[in-house]
């Protein structure tokens, strides 16, 4: 059975910073792109990052590229969400979620974490 | 960037019945797409794919159609366990419809 569990979240004034990890099992975690997805109550679902299986190309919308930062450990079957310079705006539920072969949809995603940036 | 506009943002309907939300793109996104369900308190969970593949394990009264910019999510014979949010995604830049919040009438 696929598992993706997050952990990392919590209450981090703004400016300051934050690390994400995600533990995957069921799967070979080695063989898989993998993503972070956020959600709030009024902008939805938000695609954050999404790393290659090698972690060797990374992607990030524009809103985080500079501050925050994808990595994975394969040996370790983790991702990792380094966020950085937080912002109010990066307040959410945060999702890892594996992307399919192909790299074009969230075929599995873990329990969510909440991260609230706030003073 | 794609925008993907969902319609409608919210429907009510009977146990039984069958239910269609639609997904506009503001291009061709050439069947691009997949459906997600999110139940309360639950993450999405991946219904189609491909615009009409179901995802193994997704019952068969979820269906997916559409092509060019309009897609659709069809759900046969409502259930209980039906009630929930529907998001459409668009490959690209992994942009997602603002959702579609399904209740029982």
């Known amino acids: 059975e696929v598992q993706l569990v997050e952990s990392g979240g919590g209450l981090v004034q703004p400016g300051r910073s934050l690390k994400l990890s995600c533990a995957a099992s069921?799967?070979?975690?080695?063989?898989?792109?993998m993503a972070w997805v956020r959600q709030t109550p009024t902008k939805g679902l938000e695609w954050v990052a999404s790393i290659s299986t090698g972690g060797g190309n990374t992607y990030y919308r524009d809103s985080v590229k500079g501050r925050f930062t994808i990595s994975r450990d394969n040996a370790k079957n983790t991702q990792y969400l380094q966020m950085d310079s937080l912002r109010s705006e990066d307040t959410a539920t945060y999702y890892c979620?594996?992307?399919?072969?192909?790299?074009?949809?969230?075929?599995?995603w873990g329990q969510g974490v909440m991260v609230t940036v706030s003073s | 960037d794609i925008r993907m506009t969902q319609s409608p943002a919210s429907l009510s309907a009977s146990l039984g019945e069958t239910v269609n939300i639609e997904c506009l793109a503001s291009e061709d996104i050439y069947s691009d797409l997949a459906w997600y369900q999110q139940k309360p308190g639950k993450s999405p969970q991946l219904l189609i794919y491909?615009?009409?593949s179901l995802q193994n394990g997704v019952p068969s009264r979820f269906s997916g159609s559409g092509s060019g910019t309009q897609y659709s999510l069809k759900i046969n014979s409502l259930q209980s366990e039906d009630v929930a949010t529907y998001f459409c995604q668009q490959y690209n830049k992994y942009t997602f419809g603002a959702g579609t919040k399904l209740e029982l009438k």
């Open positions: 979620a594996r992307l399919d072969n192909s790299g074009n949809y969230f075929d599995y």
């Open positions: 069921g799967f070979t975690f080695s063989n898989y792109g």
């Open positions: 491909n615009a009409n």
